[in-house]
């Protein structure tokens, strides 16, 4: 089997890359670590490269229609991954799972129509519907025992007939929890019983950690698969988010053709020249390097935490259960927000995600990108701890 190298350090200053190119404007200097945007520092996989590398060979980037292979790829790592089985007319391509959240909103709601979310949460859960005039309704996650879970209860006291969509995150980025399977069946019986449907955006779902397992919301009940559409990529999971390639995945076949028409309509379904490629690419040829990489990723969570415990004791990291985000605890700080981001940014010199741009909860903490060599993982860590002193 082939080994891959994740001790690689590549230098991405200058490459346009948002991580380390927009540090000026966004944290006021430039000479910070950056461990925030959610892609990775490891090179991108080899069959992806030598995907986009043969049709450039080609020398022609002209109009090019969607690999036979596409749908026939995503269908077969979904059972292989998952033990999701799909019919691949099910599925349908979508420049992005933003823009695909967009899309939802849009097309399923109305200016006014409130949307629930669960912060923290991934700020664009808010920050889309909002700019597109819809209401943001909080259903915070409860904290419990340095872990979270799903307020189910409180959400059921929220709703109200003009609740029209839920944006469930699952895997939930920022806290890292791949939710169980009873959460997400009593969410569904939730949302059927009150009209609402559930956008499932489930970009980290490949990323599952410590033998925890991806649960997609579809498979969980009858009516979790009649009331839902997930969104999908490679992206987080094969360091390709620049390619800007997804999918979603309706099973419920009015809603389907509904939202198919749409993107077809507005020939939002039309994938670039590379889309297709590197997505069949990385689902038929990417098990070994996400099995390698995944365990990279786990070894440098755990010399975190072991960091943390010896070190830092004031800072905890709450485990992920999936992806290469790491939420990290502060508030024994005893900081404000501004100052506790004003101690990473001016005195750690490190470039995290503010933990409040997440929603309520999020006060407190900070968000830890780790998906990168170890040994930048521990220079972060030691600016950190000498910041602390
Ligand atoms: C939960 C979640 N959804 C969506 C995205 C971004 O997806 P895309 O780049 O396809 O819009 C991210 C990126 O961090 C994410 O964490």
Same mark, same amino acid.
């Given at each position: 089997?082939?080994?891959?190298?994740?001790?690689?350090?590549?230098?991405?200053?200058?490459?346009?890359?948002?991580?380390?190119?927009?540090?000026?404007?966004?944290?006021?200097?430039?000479?910070?670590?950056?461990?925030?945007?959610?892609?990775?520092?490891?090179?991108?996989?080899?069959?992806?490269?030598?995907?986009?590398?043969?049709?450039?060979?080609?020398?022609?980037?002209?109009?090019?229609?969607?690999?036979?292979?596409?749908?026939?790829?995503?269908?077969?790592?979904?059972?292989?991954?998952?033990?999701?089985?799909?019919?691949?007319?099910?599925?349908?391509?979508?420049?992005?799972?933003?823009?695909?959240?967009?899309?939802?909103?849009?097309?399923?709601?109305?200016?006014?129509?409130?949307?629930?979310?669960?912060?923290?949460?991934?700020?664009?859960?808010?920050?889309?519907?909002?700019?597109?005039?819809?209401?943001?309704?909080?259903?915070?996650?409860?904290?419990?025992?340095?872990?979270?879970?799903?307020?189910?209860?409180?959400?059921?006291?929220?709703?109200?007939?003009?609740?029209?969509?839920?944006?469930?995150?699952?895997?939930?980025?920022?806290?890292?929890?791949?939710?169980?399977?009873?959460?997400?069946?009593?969410?569904?019986?939730?949302?059927?019983?009150?009209?609402?449907?559930?956008?499932?955006?489930?970009?980290?779902?490949?990323?599952?950690?410590?033998?925890?397992?991806?649960?997609?919301? %579809?498979?969980?009940?009858?009516?979790?698969?009649?009331?839902?559409?997930?969104?999908?990529?490679?992206?987080?999971?094969?360091?390709?988010?620049?390619?800007?390639?997804?999918?979603?995945?309706?099973?419920?076949?009015?809603?389907?053709?509904?939202?198919?028409?749409?993107?077809?309509?507005?020939?939002?379904?039309?994938?670039?020249?590379?889309?297709?490629?590197?997505?069949?690419?990385?689902?038929?040829?990417?098990?070994?390097?996400?099995?390698?990489?995944? %365990?990279?990723?786990?070894?440098?969570?755990?010399?975190?935490?072991?960091?943390?415990?010896?070190?830092?004791?004031?800072?905890?990291?709450?485990?992920?259960?999936?992806?290469?985000?790491?939420?990290?605890?502060?508030?024994?700080?005893?900081?404000?927000?501004?100052?506790?981001?004003?101690?990473?940014?001016?005195?750690?010199?490190? %470039?995290?995600?503010?933990?409040?741009?997440?929603?309520?909860?999020?006060?407190?903490?900070?968000?830890?990108?780790?998906?990168?060599?170890?040994?930048?993982?521990?220079?972060?860590?030691?600016?950190?701890?000498?910041?602390?002193?």
């Amino acid at each position: 089997m082939k080994l891959y190298n994740f001790e690689e350090i590549i230098d991405r200053r200058g490459s346009g890359s948002i991580k380390t190119d927009v540090l000026p404007e966004r944290f006021g200097r430039s000479d910070l670590l950056p461990m925030w945007v959610a892609d990775m520092d490891f090179r991108t996989p080899d069959f992806i490269l030598d995907a986009i590398h043969e049709v450039c060979d080609h020398g022609i980037l002209g109009y090019t229609k969607c690999p036979d292979a596409y749908y026939a790829s995503i269908a077969q790592w979904l059972q292989q991954q998952h033990r999701w089985e799909i019919q691949p007319e099910w599925l349908q391509f979508l420049p992005g799972v933003v823009k695909g959240i967009a899309l939802c909103v849009s097309h399923f709601t109305q200016p006014g129509d409130k949307i629930i979310i669960q912060p923290p949460v991934y700020y664009p859960f808010r920050s889309v519907p909002e700019q597109l005039g819809r209401t943001i309704v909080n259903n915070p996650l409860q904290e419990v025992d340095g872990t979270y879970c799903m307020d189910l209860q409180h959400l059921r006291t929220v709703i109200d007939s003009n609740c029209k969509m839920l944006i469930l995150c699952n895997p939930h980025n920022p806290v890292g929890i791949t939710w169980e399977k009873e959460t997400l069946q009593e969410l569904a019986e939730i949302c059927v019983e009150n009209n609402i449907l559930v956008i499932s955006d489930e970009i980290h779902a490949d990323l599952s950690l410590f033998g925890h397992k991806h649960i997609p919301f %579809a498979t969980v009940s009858d009516s979790a698969q009649a009331n839902s559409i997930t969104l999908m990529a490679p992206s987080k999971t094969f360091n390709m988010a620049g390619i800007v390639s997804s999918f979603c995945i309706i099973p419920n076949p009015a809603l389907r053709k509904d939202f198919f028409h749409y993107l077809k309509a507005t020939e939002l379904d039309q994938m670039h020249i590379f889309a297709g490629i590197t997505t069949v690419a990385a689902y038929r040829q990417g098990a070994a390097w996400l099995q390698q990489m995944l %365990a990279y990723v786990e070894q440098n969570i755990l010399f975190v935490q072991t960091y943390l415990q010896q070190h830092l004791p004031l800072v905890k990291a709450v485990i992920p259960q999936a992806s290469f985000l790491i939420w990290l605890d502060c508030r024994k700080l005893g900081l404000s927000q501004k100052d506790l981001v004003a101690l990473f940014i001016d005195k750690a010199r490190l %470039a995290l995600n503010d933990g409040s741009t997440f929603g309520p909860g999020g006060e407190g903490f900070m968000r830890m990108n780790i998906g990168c060599p170890q040994a930048i993982v521990a220079k972060a860590l030691e600016q950190l701890r000498n910041a602390c002193i």
